[in-house]
Every structure is written in C-alpha cells, then in structure tokens.
C-alpha cells in the first residue's frame, strides 16, 4: 500500500510505468490534440519521479493539458455517464454525493426532469455555485444524513471508494426508502491494483483539480462491491466499461433493488 504519498518517489516503478502507457492511450483515444503523447507522456513521468506531483502539475497548466483533461471530465465523460445511467433510473433522483454535479447536470440535458432529481454533496468539497444549478442541492452533513424527501433512486457514481467508513455510509443510505440503487465503481482487477487506483486518485487531487475529497484505501473488486452491496438487495444488473472519457482505468456500473 502507498500510506500518504506525496509523489512518485514512494512508489514502484510499475505503477509509474504503467501510469505513463495509460496517459498515451487517454490522449490518443479522447482527442487531446498532442503532437506527441508519447513524448509528453515520458516527460511527465519524469516529473512524477520525485518527491512532488508539484513540476508534473505546473507542467500539465503550461502544455494546457490540465484544461483540456478538466474539460473532457466535465462534458464527455459526464455525457457518457448519463447515456450509460439514464436507462436504469427510476422515478426520483438523488445524486448522493454527486461531487460538481456534471454527471446529474448532464442527465437533465438529456431529458431528466430537473423537478425529478435533487443533489447532495459535503458543501466544502467543491466550489461549485449551487444556486446555478437547475436543480436543487443540499449539503451532507457530518452524520450522513440524506436530503428529506422520498426518492425512487439513489445514484452513487464513482464516490464509495473516498468514504473512509464506507459501511457506515452504505448502512446510513439505506435507512432512506429508496428501492434502486446504481452504483458506479472504478474496481481494483488485476491491471489496475491498490496502489495505482490510489496514485490515480492522488494525481487527479493534486495535478488536475482543487476537489477537498480524501483518498483512502477503500477500493475493492467488483466481486468485493457486489458482496458489500447485497447486505441491502440485490445486485440486478451488472455491466463494465473501459472506454470512459479521461479515465485510466474501467467503471463498473451495478443496478441494485430492494
């Protein structure tokens, strides 16, 4: 395990060789218009291989990387997320910490109802403007408590693997009515283990955005996510996707009933 790394100096050069092959492939594949990935991409994992992501951050501003990765997480990959999520919603939505909220915005844009759906996020996290939103947005609170209202549906997109007590936080959604739960994952397998899921979470903190969100080691397999979740129903659909916008590593969708 990686405990409180603050660079690549920490790590094995694997992860850091592997982290460079999957900048070239999200480059290449999600258009980031480079002349060279490869290049760029050799030269960022030498940045990386020190004791601060800070040169590989300042590096990522200068080539106008970091703007256009930011760009591609908040339309593309959130655009993707919706046309993948849409068709398991049901009824009212709540986007249990829904983060800057791209993913439920990119739902409405593409026919959800805003007066179906609500948002909720910790209000440190992100500096989003709430009251830009089409949709209303409250704050979660130290004890978890979820937004009064009755919800059909909770989306819980790409955020398990930051709670630090995720039982705790799965048995404190279940105490609200919602019958369905989709839950989105980036699962550990055997190309993508414990350390590079926890480096990935650490460069996208440190080099791409500002985001207040803690990176634990709570990250599980898809096997593991199913067992955890089937203590609140029954895991009903289950599908993988390896061609996320800006992402190095899969999404695992699971549509749980209960």
Not at 144 to 165: K, N, R, S, Y
Request: glycine share 8%.
């Amino acid at each position: 395990m990686i405990e409180g790394i603050d660079g690549a100096s920490h790590l094995s050069g694997r992860v850091l060789d592997t982290f460079q092959e999957r900048l070239v492939d999200i480059w290449a594949r999600d258009d980031f218009g480079l002349a060279d990935p490869a290049g760029t991409a050799g030269l960022i994992r030498r940045l990386l291989d020190g004791p601060s992501f800070e040169p590989a951050a300042h590096a990522l501003v200068e080539l106008g990387i970091r703007a256009t990765w930011n760009k591609v997480f908040a339309e593309r990959r959130a655009q993707f997320l919706a046309g993948w999520l849409a068709p398991h919603l049901r009824g009212r939505v709540l986007d249990v910490l829904g983060g800057d909220f791209t993913v439920l915005r990119a739902l409405v844009d593409t026919g959800l109802a805003a007066t179906d759906v609500v948002g909720c996020e910790r209000a440190a996290a992100y500096s989003t403007d709430w009251s830009a939103l089409p949709f209303p947005a409250f704050d979660l609170g130290a004890d978890l408590a979820l937004p009064a209202g009755e919800f059909d549906t909770f989306l819980i997109c790409t955020v398990l693997h930051h709670e630090p007590q995720t039982e705790e936080f799965l048995a404190s959604v279940a105490r609200r009515g919602a019958r369905r739960w989709i839950v989105v994952e980036n699962c550990l397998d055997p190309a993508n283990d414990e350390d590079f899921h926890f480096y990935v979470d650490e460069f996208f903190n440190r080099c791409l955005n500002t985001f207040d969100v803690p990176c634990v080691h709570q990250h599980r397999t898809a096997g593991q996510w199913r067992d955890l979740l089937s203590r609140y129903g029954t895991v009903e659909h289950e599908e993988t996707r390896g061609d996320v916008p800006g992402m190095p590593f899969p999404y695992t969708l699971m549509v749980l009933d209960r």
